[in-house]
Antibody, heavy 119, light 106 residues
């Protein structure tokens, strides 16, 4: 069974860069129909797709966040990463990583990691 | 951006009852819709994709229907483990989610 687990600091200062790692176990990151994504949920708001990466390094970003986001992958270590720069309080959210099947829906998720932006 | 609107925000029901959750897209998305179940402390669980295809190991009491802009998730006989938050998500143009419907005990 595929499992995903988010890790990273739970507190980030305003204007700093948020950095998260998703570690995948139970399967490779190189499936031809498998993409890897970050999603977040801020208090009182719907889930928001942030970015997606393919094992070959192709990346896709939410246009609303694209200027501040970088997603990357290290398939040999079964990890993919999120960096979100110039954070503000509005970036406080639970950040989840997920496998995106066929570039469509999200069939395996991590439990999520709360990141608070505060000085 | 395609906006997904779910109703009601909270649905109160009892075990054994039939429940119907609604999801509306702001534009035609065909059948590019998924449903998820989310319980506190757990990862979201994919229930339905392609508007009506059950994901692996999802009980038959869960069914999805609809196309275009209006979609429904039906639980034919609510079980105690089904009290949770349910989200819809479109994948026609980028990926956006509804606000969620909470199924709670009456």
């Amino acid at each position: 069974q595929l499992q995903l687990r988010e890790s990273g600091p739970g507190l980030v200062k305003p204007s700093d860069t948020l950095s998260l790692t998703c570690t995948v176990s139970g399967g490779p990151l190189t499936g031809t129909l498998d993409y890897w994504a970050w999603i977040r949920q801020s208090p009182g708001k719907p889930l928001e797709w942030i970015a997606t990466v393919y094992y070959n390094g192709n990346t896709f970003y939410n246009p609303a966040l694209e200027s501040r986001v970088t997603i990357s992958i290290d398939k040999s270590n079964y990890q993919f990463f999120l960096k979100l720069g110039s954070v503000t309080a509005a970036d406080t959210a639970v950040y989840s990583c997920a496998r995106q099947k066929d570039f469509y829906y999200f069939d395996f998720w991590g439990q999520g990691a709360l990141v608070t932006v505060s000085s | 951006e395609i906006v997904m609107t779910q109703s009601p925000a909270t649905l109160y029901s009892s075990p054994g009852e039939r429940v119907t959750l609604s999801c509306r897209a702001s534009q035609n998305i065909g059948d590019t819709l998924a449903w998820y179940q989310h319980k506190p402390g757990q990862s979201p669980r994919l229930l339905i994709y392609g508007a009506s295809t059950r994901a692996a190991d999802v009980p038959a009491r869960f069914s999805g229907s609809g196309s275009g802009t209006d979609f429904t998730l039906t639980i034919s006989s609510l079980q105690s483990e089904d009290f949770a938050l349910y989200y819809c998500q479109q994948y026609s143009h980028w990926w956006t989610f509804g606000q969620g419907t909470r199924v709670d005990v009456k």
